[in-house]
T-cell receptor, first 114, second 113 residues
Framework: KAGVTQTPRYLIKTRGQQVTLSCSPISGHRSVSWYQQTPGQGLQFLFEYFSETQRNKGNFPGRFSGRQFSNSRSEMNVSTLELGDSALYLC?????????????FGPGTRLTVL | DQQVKQNSPSLSVQEGRISILNCDYTNSMFDYFLWYKKYPAEGPTFLISISSIKDKNEDGRFTVFLNKSAKHLSLHIVPSQPGDSAVYFCAASAGGSNYKLTFGKGTLLTVNP
C-alpha cells in the first residue's frame, strides 16, 4: 500500500504570495490532518478533514485554509504569505479519524518564504 | 501554553544501553498518548502508543510507561541501536479525537556506536 504523498516537496515563495499544497492519503483513509512544524513551535495542528468536511481547526489565522475532495485528497492554501509561514507542512491520514488510531504522516512540504 | 512538554532537547547514549525519553503533559483531558520518531527529510513515523487506562505498553525494544498522577510518560528503548538516532516526539489526544494531536517539541536521540 502506498503511503501518504505530498506535493510539492519543496517550495519557495515571496511575501504576499499565496501557495497551495497537496496531500494524497493512504488508500481507504478518509481523515486527513495538516500540521505545521517550525523549530520554535514544534508540530502544531492546523485542521482536519473527514468526508470533505472540516471537523476541527487549530489556532491559526484565516489565511490558512483547506479542503478535501471526494477521493479524500486534500489541499491546504496559505494566502498573503508572511516570513513566519516558512515551515515544514505535514499531512497525516487516518482510516476514519475515530478513536485511538495512529496517524500516518507524509514526508512534508518544505515552504520557504522570502 | 505548552500542553505537552519534552524538557530534554537532546539525549546521547551508547549503543546497547537504555535510552529513556521523557514527556510531561498538563491537560487532564488527554487520554491517549503516542510516540513518533522522525528522521530528517521524512515525516514522523508512529512508534508506540498507550491509553490512559494502562500504565505500560511494550513492543519489542520499545516500552512506554504512563504515570497519570504525575502527568508523565516515558519511552524506554532497550537496547539502543545507532539506527534509533532520530528526533522523538511525544503526542497526546483527548476524547477519541485522535486526528488532533498535541505534540511536544521533540528530543534528538543520538546513539553512539
Amino acid at each position: 500500500k502506498a503511503g501518504v504523498t505530498q506535493t510539492p516537496r519543496y517550495l519557495i515563495k515571496t511575501r504576499g504570495q499565496q501557495v497551495t499544497l497537496s496531500c494524497s492519503p493512504i488508500s481507504g483513509h478518509r481523515s486527513v490532518s495538516w500540521y505545521q512544524q517550525t523549530p520554535g513551535q514544534g508540530l502544531q495542528f492546523l485542521f482536519e478533514y473527514f468526508s470533505e468536511t472540516q471537523r476541527n481547526k487549530g489556532n491559526f489565522p484565516g489565511r490558512f485554509s483547506g479542503r478535501q475532495f471526494s477521493n479524500s485528497r486534500s489541499e491546504m492554501n496559505v494566502s498573503t504569505l508572511e516570513l513566519g509561514d516558512s515551515a515544514l507542512y505535514l499531512c497525516a491520514s487516518n482510516p476514519s479519524g475515530s478513536s485511538y488510531n495512529e496517524q500516518f504522516f507524509g514526508p512534508g512540504t518544505r515552504l520557504t518564504v522570502l | 501554553d505548552q500542553q505537552v512538554k519534552q524538557n530534554s532537547p537532546s539525549l546521547s547514549v551508547q549503543e546497547g544501553r537504555i535510552s529513556i525519553l521523557n514527556c510531561d503533559y498538563t491537560n487532564s483531558m488527554f487520554d491517549y498518548f503516542l510516540w513518533y520518531k522522525k528522521y530528517p527529510a521524512e515525516g514522523p513515523t508512529f512508534l508506540i502508543s498507550i491509553s490512559s487506562i494502562k500504565d505500560k505498553n511494550e513492543d519489542g525494544r520499545f516500552t512506554v510507561f504512563l504515570n497519570k498522577s504525575a502527568k508523565h510518560l516515558s519511552l524506554h528503548i532497550v537496547p539502543s541501536q545507532p539506527g534509533d538516532s532520530a528526533v522523538y516526539f511525544c503526542a497526546a489526544s483527548a476524547g477519541g479525537s485522535n486526528y488532533k494531536l498535541t505534540f511536544g517539541k521533540g528530543t534528538l536521540l543520538t546513539v553512539n556506536p
